[in-house]
């Protein structure tokens, strides 16, 4: 939904569409038409790289077939040509009886889905074939194995063969799923894989190459509508139109005995971002062997003890990519025979900190310079960082250490399966997801648990990968832990763990602990408060790289970045994260607590004598809330908002006051004079519909010298904090404006107030008086409220809510999960700006309200202001500041900073065309 389809390309030659390049006619440039996977394979040829021979089939294809439910009718002839062109060069027919050339049929769509969508090897062995391949290898084992791979994967993902049934007879051949099956055995497994196959669809497999090489191509393209790939793409907010291209190469062969085998490198470690070359490899196998971790790989530096010629070449190949994408990348290959092949590469994913290391030492290697490196991390990284980690003195029910796959704390009750996962997550469990191994079909249940741990496979196994992707804990390769499918349970050692029972993981170092192990701070907030000094010698890389950046952004960013923040302590936090004032000083809070009995005094209070004295007990309080909030905040901004929400909240509970009068009544007693008003005051305030009700500005008509304390409060607080040595920047709010007579009717109350405390001072006072815009209505009329206000500040969740005509604490659990599975938007608007929608009243009120008024201050205080993707919206409408949590605020300047950079990079782009 975000990411705009590709126009359809057209051959310069002819006029007709173009659905098949050849590896040679692409390049990184063609992403969108030949996904991710077909542009990185034409682009590793135009390096000189060794890639097999092979051609793409478009996106455009892929798209039409969805569309329409046949291929266009242009493609097969398209795609003879190109068969012959690779039957030519690889000097043997697809499929040729004596020596027949193999092709793979892989996915390959624009954006990065490991493993959801299908590929098949092995294209083109059939009963005869099968001979001349075997004949021409001398290799009759090698042979079998491959043809059998193929049934199953044919079986499997072109019709649609549950692989159980595969993969049982294969386990019940052997017991190790590695390459030592004897000849005869393997000839049996084919005929029993074709008997599935006749048993399951009817009809033998087919025999004719082509026809293979058809079905599987039509198999890819449906497999862009797996249930796997739609959640995936949901979950990572790939728009469902994109269709995927269809790799066809030639095969290489991993498989040929111990001078060859298969691998999976990164060109630095994805999970720390240490330099150099971080991989698995595993001899005599093919690739899917080491994806599926259904073999254990060595580590990438064996490779350099068994084939050191490929090794290095290997190493010079993955520099040349890094020098070329100017990132780490990630790479398949192959090794047949001796012979080095390279089978896909692309910018790798990796964790938030291998992220910010990798950036800063790319710049200090002369590769990018700072601008680029922002654009290399992000707030989401950032946020991550900040999670909890274990506390480092928790060894005690260690039981195992795995391999450290993805990084973060997790604790959770053990479940098995995917859908008991899902099930326990959705009754609000945290679980976490313990397999053997995972496939691309556990992604739900991933999904839905807050960590992994399997006990086979590595740092390249799919669980690894896609755990990366989402941020979550994994550990893998817990090879010393047993899971009990019969219980279920987990055993380790002497302890068991039956499903349900509580565990924690540590991504970040690989151990798994028995039970809940606490949390604790990571060193990066100890570096946030300032007391971790990111230039001292002991400092980590990591916490130098963030400050680094943090730094940049800073210099780089138009957009201010202030704290949402109620007292002294918040606002001493905000500062510290960097915060350049208060964007939003709730003032309920202090009327909550012990204050409870002043504020039912006020409501209750029938004379004016009566209310003057409740506001009186009440006007010390809230100045000593704010003489601390503006001495934490010295010299900086601070907004305070009249109080917003509705007076019940306030008031004792309808229940309790109920029952204490009809306990009085019982006992024969009169009920308490105070709890009869009470009950009446509670009738009198009761609300439908509270959030539309009696609350924000229009507090200030019914309750006569509610907002006047208030001010008072304010502008004495100010002068007391002045006279202790402070500089004193107050502003105040006023809410839930509608129209500009509400405000300006409030205004002159306010601004009476304030000259009044500093004619009685003597000092001279000056407060800014603003408004919240969180009513369509506010946006809509903006610019005559402008004309009046100093400021504006958006609070886009009520914005959000009377827009969308949500009450957010009702729908997100209501019918928001239906939404996000229909995709009628895959982010909560709550959580990121609905652009469309609320984004376009933001900028008719930004425009109208700046046009009327030029020293107009406009922000937002909404938690939409410390949400990485709305900064950018709130950078490019000219907001002048985004206010949000005080945790969220070096993410917020982070992304101020890379919103900059990128909009000057779009601004240089403009100018130069
Ligand atoms: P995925 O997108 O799930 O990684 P791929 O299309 O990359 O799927 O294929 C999976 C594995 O199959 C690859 O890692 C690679 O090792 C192997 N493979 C694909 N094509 C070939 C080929 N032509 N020759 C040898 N191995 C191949
Ligand atoms: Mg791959
Ligand atoms: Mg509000």
């Known amino acids: 939904m975000t990411t705009p389809?590709?126009?359809?390309?057209?051959?310069?030659?002819?006029?007709?569409?173009?659905?098949?390049?050849?590896?040679?006619?692409?390049?990184?440039?063609?992403?969108?038409?030949?996904?991710?996977?077909?542009?990185?394979?034409?682009?590793?040829?135009?390096?000189?790289?060794?890639?097999?021979?092979?051609?793409?089939?478009?996106?455009?294809?892929?798209?039409?077939?969805?569309?329409?439910?046949t291929a266009p009718a242009e493609l097969a002839a398209e795609i003879d040509v190109h068969l012959a062109v690779l039957e030519r060069t690889a000097g043997r027919g697809l499929g040729q009886p004596d020596d027949p050339l193999l092709v793979s049929v892989r996915s390959g769509a624009r954006f990065s889905m490991p493993g959801m969508m299908e590929t098949v090897l092995d294209i083109g062995l059939n009963d005869q074939s099968v001979q001349g391949l075997a004949a021409q290898v001398g290799n009759e084992r090698f042979?079998?194995?491959?043809?059998?791979?193929?049934?199953?994967?044919?079986?499997?993902?072109?019709?649609?063969?549950?692989?159980?049934?595969?993969?049982?007879?294969?386990a019940a051949a052997t017991k190790r799923p590695d390459a030592e099956l004897p000849v005869g055995e393997l000839r049996e497994l084919v005929a029993a894989f074709k008997q599935v196959i006749r048993a399951a669809t009817g009809r033998e497999f087919p025999q004719d190459p082509r026809e293979q090489l058809d079905m599987a191509i039509r198999a890819v393209f449906d497999s862009w509508h797996t249930e796997r790939a739609a959640l995936y793409r949901r979950r990572e907010g790939i728009s469902d139109d994109l269709g995927t291209a269809v790799n066809v190469m030639a095969m290489v062969f991993g498989n040929k005995g111990a001078e060859s085998g298969t691998g999976v490198a990164f060109t630095r470690d994805p999970g720390s971002g240490q330099r150099?070359?971080?991989?698995?490899?595993?001899?005599?196998a093919q690739g899917e062997d080491v994806v599926s971790g259904s073999r254990n790989a060595f580590p990438i530096s064996e490779l350099e003890r068994l084939d050191p010629v490929s090794y290095r070449q290997l190493l010079h190949n993955a520099g040349i990519l890094e020098r070329h994408y100017r990132d780490l990348c990630d790479i398949e290959f192959t090794i047949e025979r001796g012979k080095l092949w390279m089978l896909q590469t692309r910018v790798g994913k990796r964790t938030p900190a291998a992220a910010f290391r990798i950036a800063c030492q790319?710049?200090?290697?002369?590769?990018?310079?700072?601008?680029?490196?922002?654009s290399r991390v992000s707030g989401h990284d950032l946020t991550q960082l900040m999670f909890p980690q274990f506390s480092v003195d928790s060894d005690a029910a260690r039981l195992t250490t795995g391999i450290n796959a993805s990084p973060g704390a997790a604790v959770g009750a053990v479940v098995f399966d995917s859908a008991t996962a899902v099930r326990r997550a959705e009754s609000g469990e945290a679980v976490i997801l313990v397999r053997h191994e995972t496939t691309p079909d556990d992604l739900a249940g991933i999904v839905a648990a807050v960590g992994v741990l399997t006990t086979h496979g590595g740092k390249t196994a799919h669980a690894a990968v896609v755990a990366r992707g989402m941020g979550k804990p994994c550990v893998c390769g817990a090879e010393e832990l047993v899971i009990d499918e019969d219980g279920p349970r987990l055993i380790a050692g002497a302890t068991v763990i039956e499903e349900g029972g509580q565990i924690s993981i540590d991504g970040t170092s690989g151990a798994v602990f028995e039970g809940r192990i606490p949390l604790q701070q990571p060193p990066i907030v100890d570096y946030f408060n300032g007391v971790l000094d990111p230039d001292g010698p002991d400092t980590s890389d990591l916490i130098r790289a963030v400050h680094r950046l943090l730094q940049h952004a800073d210099e780089r960013r138009r957009l201010g970045v202030l704290a949402n923040a109620d007292t002294p302590e918040d606002a001493a936090r905000a500062r510290r994260y960097g915060a350049q004032g208060i964007g939003l000083c709730r003032t309920e809070h202090m009327f909550l607590g012990e204050r409870r009995a002043l504020v039912e005094r006020l409501v209750l209070a029938d004379t004016v004598p009566e209310r003057t004295a409740a506001l009186a007990a009440l006007l010390p309080l809230q100045r000593g809330d704010f003489i601390g909030v503006f001495e934490a905040m010295d010299g900086l901004p601070v907004t305070i908002r009249l109080l917003d929400p509705p007076l019940h909240e306030f008031l004792s509970d309808d229940a309790e006051v109920t029952a204490r009068i009809?306990?009085?009544?019982?006992?024969?007693?009169?009920?308490?004079?105070?709890?009869?008003?009470?009950?009446?005051?509670?009738?009198?305030?009761?609300?439908?519909?509270?959030?539309?009700?009696?609350?924000?500005?229009?507090?200030?008509?019914?309750?006569?010298?509610?907002?006047?304390?208030?001010?008072?409060?304010?502008?004495?607080?100010?002068?007391?904090?002045?006279?202790?040595?402070?500089?004193v920047r107050p502003e105040?709010?006023?809410?839930?404006?509608a129209t500009v007579t509400e405000f300006e009717i409030t205004r002159r109350e306010l601004a009476a107030v304030i000259a009044q405390v500093a004619k009685e001072s003597g000092a001279d006072l000056a407060i800014r008086i603003g408004t919240m815009i969180e009513l369509p209505r506010a946006a809509l009329t903006a610019g005559s409220i402008g004309a009046s206000a100093d400021f504006f500040s958006f609070g886009t969740n009520d914005l959000t809510q009377t827009t969308w005509g949500l009450s957010r604490d009702d729908v997100e659990g209501a019918f928001f999960p239906a939404y996000f599975k229909a995709r009628v938007f895959d982010a909560s608007p709550f959580e990121t700006i609905d652009r469309a929608g609320v984004g376009r009243l933001i900028r008719i009120a930004v425009d109208e309200g700046t046009r009327a008024n030029p020293l107009l201050t406009v922000g937002v205080c909404g938690e939409h202001g410390g949400d990485p993707d709305s900064i950018h919206f709130f950078d490019e409408v000219g907001l002048d500041y985004v206010s949000c949590s005080p945790f969220r605020v070096p993410v917020a300047r982070l992304e101020a900073g890379r919103s900059a950079v990128q909009r000057a990079g779009i601004v240089r782009a403009n100018e130069t065309r």
């Open 732 to 737: 105040i709010m006023v809410p839930l404006v």
């Open 662 to 727: 009809s306990a009085a009544k019982a006992a024969g007693l009169a009920p308490d004079d105070r709890d009869v008003k009470l009950l009446a005051a509670l009738d009198r305030l009761h609300e439908v519909n509270p959030m539309m009700g009696l609350r924000g500005v229009r507090l200030g008509f019914v309750v006569p010298g509610l907002f006047a304390l208030q001010t008072r409060a304010v502008a004495e607080a100010a002068i007391e904090a002045r006279r202790r040595g402070h500089v």
């Open 362 to 374: 790319l710049v200090d290697e002369g590769v990018i310079d700072l601008d680029e490196a922002l």
């Open 143 to 170: 042979a079998l194995d491959s043809y059998r791979r193929l049934i199953q994967m044919f079986g499997r993902t072109v019709l649609g063969i549950d692989n159980d049934r595969f993969a049982s007879l294969l």
């Open 5 to 69: 389809v590709p126009t359809p390309q057209r051959d310069r030659s002819t006029t007709a569409l173009k659905f098949v390049y050849d590896f040679a006619e692409g390049g990184r440039e063609l992403v969108d038409l030949l996904g991710g996977k077909g542009a990185g394979l034409a682009e590793m040829g135009r390096l000189g790289l060794p890639v097999p021979p092979g051609f793409t089939i478009t996106t455009e294809a892929c798209r039409h077939y969805l569309r329409v439910g």
């Open 276 to 284: 150099g070359l971080y991989g698995d490899y595993l001899p005599d």
